[in-house]
């Protein structure tokens, strides 16, 4: 089926050569630009170099900020810490062993929970996109379930899955499930319908056309899904630590905050859960890349 | 207009303002825009055991130290805060949570004594078999979390049959769901307030057993907190307001139903079961005097600085005092006799 469809785009492609013959020139003998272009301007154009500057200054910009209200407003460090101070805190709090379990707590929550509401809504978009009778069944729940706060759903699911694992990973891929579920249907729906048909006159069988036609074209759609999905994933986990935890970033916030109140620590692991949630996104954003290419 | 009726009616007018003038001199009522505002910040939710300050609002008391009293609720986490950076003037908050706030740097201080008994106890079912501390070796023991002051009771407490918390198996309970978990037999005890979940227990026909830490470690329970800005610009104030709520303190104590009424003026909600709201109080008013204090014997609000001093050694030994301070960075006695 993919020989198939690849000799087809070959055999389409020839016959705009034949029919224009200054495009098959072009397209067989395309210009070096790059070669072409004068040597003071070419510029080490990548990722390596203009994606890091708007970053940084972006950082050093925040953080004068952030000093600037401290010391013009005259906060207290109880109210508002200067970013050095919880700089230093968040440094002693990873190298006394006050951070790393809790924060592993958490990362093992949002991954199992990530990996549970990302599959499911991929399997429920899939079935949205494809299925009338399937989207007027189940949409309004889904509606309804993304409508209710996780924040009362969360204590109820606590209540009936206990206070371990079980509940942080049914919050959290709760509350990953609806991007990537809606982000699917829209992509799986966008797959073009010459081709659809083009895959139906060749025959080819339901695993095929997801294959090779529905999931290529779903890809960068599903993918949109997944990052705000992964960021989600880590709210979610925080949510259920607070519906009931032991341990967790979480539960290290509530402490920090209600029974040390210890707040340059509060600062810190709110700077770890921010920490989590790009590194996060950025590993989906590789993983777009990589499987899409660069947007 | 004849000369007669026109004198008559300037004397009539001169004659009222004069008494309109002696009426206005002869009160003593202080007008409120004399009055001087005080934010409260009392517990998480309106409850009778804030009758005392109810009934100091609606008698009066509060007026006549020349205060202009306005209340609030929430947590110890969000309030201690509040008053250490003056948005809330006045605050009732737990001493345990005084203690590592200032160490902190948050600057307040305890100015007076409202639970002279730590409320925090642990209770379980009176056939559980458990009547001391030792008895809990083993056992399922619920508690909101492992944080606040039920968690540094429950390690005094635990401490005192040289037992720690792994010892003994945790059960968490966020939606303060403990007295459910008892009776249903979940756990087998579980942390609570001597005047909420044993009262609670008890008013549904459950005995009910309850653990304390008084003897123990005298471990510092809820009073007035201010920040040191607000004692030094309000200084009057504040001790007018310590002085209104603990003359509300011992009426209430003298005549309990005073308070009930006073909690149902304020929180209407609480007339659907007097009953229980009388129960309440009146284990309340139990822990307005210390242990060693006759049934009968005046409430003062007197900070006990010996029991501070231990309490402030207890919770150095358990890591919540990471800069050092001393009771005298924690309370201001000046405010109550016999501190």
């Given amino acids: 089926m993919t020989r198939d469809l690849a000799r087809e785009s070959d055999a389409a492609r020839s016959d705009v050569a034949r029919s224009d013959p200054a495009r098959s020139d072009a397209a067989a003998n395309p210009p070096d630009l790059v070669a072409a272009a004068p040597a003071a301007v070419r510029l080490p154009v990548g990722p390596s170099v203009l994606g890091l500057w708007p970053i940084v200054l972006g950082a050093v910009v925040f953080v004068v900020a952030?000093?600037?209200?401290?010391?013009?407003?005259?906060l207290p460090p109880f109210i508002l810490p200067p970013p050095e101070t919880v700089a230093a805190r968040f440094v002693t709090a990873w190298t006394d062993g006050t951070i790393p379990p809790h924060a592993a707590t958490t990362i093992g929550e949002v991954v199992l929970g990530f990996a549970v509401g990302a599959g499911s809504g991929l399997m429920v978009g899939y079935g949205l996109a494809r299925s009338r009778l399937i989207e007027r069944l189940v949409s309004p729940y889904i509606v309804a379930a993304q409508a209710v706060p996780i924040l009362a759903l969360a204590p109820l699911l606590a209540l009936w899955f206990g206070p371990g694992l079980l509940?942080?990973?049914?919050?959290?891929?709760?509350?990953?499930?609806?991007?990537?579920?809606?982000?699917?249907?829209?992509?799986?729906?966008?797959?073009d319908g010459g081709l659809l048909e083009l895959g139906r006159s060749l025959r080819a069988n339901r695993r095929q056309v997801l294959v090779t036609l529905e999931i290529p074209a779903a890809l960068p759609s599903i993918l949109g899904g997944l990052r705000v999905g992964v960021t989600l994933a880590v709210v979610g986990a925080i949510v259920g630590e607070w519906a009931g935890a032991d341990r967790g970033l979480g539960v290290l916030v509530n402490l920090a905050r209600g029974s040390l109140f210890d707040i340059p620590l509060l600062f810190a692991t709110l700077v770890t859960i921010a920490l989590l949630g790009i590194g996060l996104y950025l590993l989906v954003v590789l993983a777009e890349r990589r499987l899409v290419g660069l947007r | 207009m004849p000369r007669s009726r026109f004198t008559a009616a300037r004397l009539s007018a001169f004659g009222l303002a004069v008494v309109l003038l002696i009426a206005a001199c002869g009160t003593t009522a202080v007008t409120p825009a004399a009055r001087t505002k005080l934010t409260v910040g009392l517990g998480y939710i309106p409850s009778v055991q804030f009758a005392a300050f109810y009934r100091a609002d609606q008698a009066g008391y509060y007026t006549a130290e020349g205060l202009d009293v306005t209340f609030q609720n929430d947590i110890d986490a969000n309030l201690v805060p509040k008053v250490g950076a003056g948005n809330v003037d006045l605050g009732l908050s737990d001493g345990t949570s005084v203690i590592p706030a200032v160490s902190q740097g948050i600057p307040i201080r305890y100015v007076a004594t409202i639970y002279a008994k730590f409320p925090?106890?642990?209770?379980?079912?009176?056939?559980?078999?458990?009547?001391?501390?030792?008895?809990?070796?083993?056992?399922?023991?619920?508690?909101?979390?492992?944080?606040?002051?039920?968690?540094?009771?429950?390690?005094?407490?635990?401490?005192?049959?040289?037992?720690?918390?792994?010892?003994?198996t945790i059960v968490e309970y966020p939606d303060f769901g403990q007295a459910a978990a008892v009776s249903q037999g979940a756990v087998d005890?579980?942390?609570?307030?001597?005047?909420?979940?044993?009262?609670?227990?008890?008013?549904?026909?459950?005995?009910?057993?309850?653990?304390?830490?008084?003897?123990?470690?005298?471990?510092?329970?809820?009073?007035?907190?201010?920040?040191?800005?607000?004692?030094?610009?309000?200084?009057?104030?504040?001790?007018?307001?310590?002085?209104?709520?603990?003359?509300?303190?011992?009426?209430?104590?003298?005549?309990?139903?005073?308070g009930v009424d006073a909690a149902v003026k304020a929180v209407p909600d609480l007339a659907k079961d007097k009953d229980l709201q009388l129960a309440i109080l009146t284990a309340t008013i139990a822990d307005w005097r210390r242990s060693t204090e006759a049934a009968g014997a005046p409430i003062s609000g007197a900070i006990d600085q010996p029991g501070w001093q231990a309490s402030l050694e207890f919770m150095t030994k358990l890591g919540l005092v990471p800069k050092p301070v001393t009771v005298g960075d924690l309370v201001d006695p000046s405010f109550t006799a016999g501190s």
């Fill in chain 1, 66 to 74: 952030w000093k600037l209200v401290v010391v013009i407003g005259g």
């Fill in chain 2, 120 to 168: 925090s106890i642990v209770f379980a079912k009176a056939t559980s078999g458990i009547a001391t501390a030792a008895d809990l070796k083993g056992r399922k023991i619920g508690i909101p979390a492992k944080s606040g002051s039920s968690w540094i009771m429950l390690q005094a407490l635990l401490g005192s049959a040289n037992l720690t918390v792994d010892d003994v």
């Fill in chain 1, 167 to 191: 509940a942080k990973v049914i919050i959290c891929g709760l509350i990953v499930f609806f991007p990537v579920a809606i982000a699917t249907m829209v992509g799986i729906r966008s797959t």
């Fill in chain 2, 189 to 258: 005890a579980a942390t609570g307030f001597d005047n909420n979940e044993p009262v609670q227990l008890e008013t549904s026909g459950q005995k009910v057993t309850v653990l304390r830490v008084d003897q123990i470690t005298p471990l510092p329970g809820p009073g007035i907190i201010a920040a040191t800005t607000t004692i030094s610009a309000k200084k009057a104030a504040v001790a007018g307001f310590v002085r209104a709520t603990i003359k509300a303190m011992n009426e209430i104590a003298a005549t309990p139903s005073i």
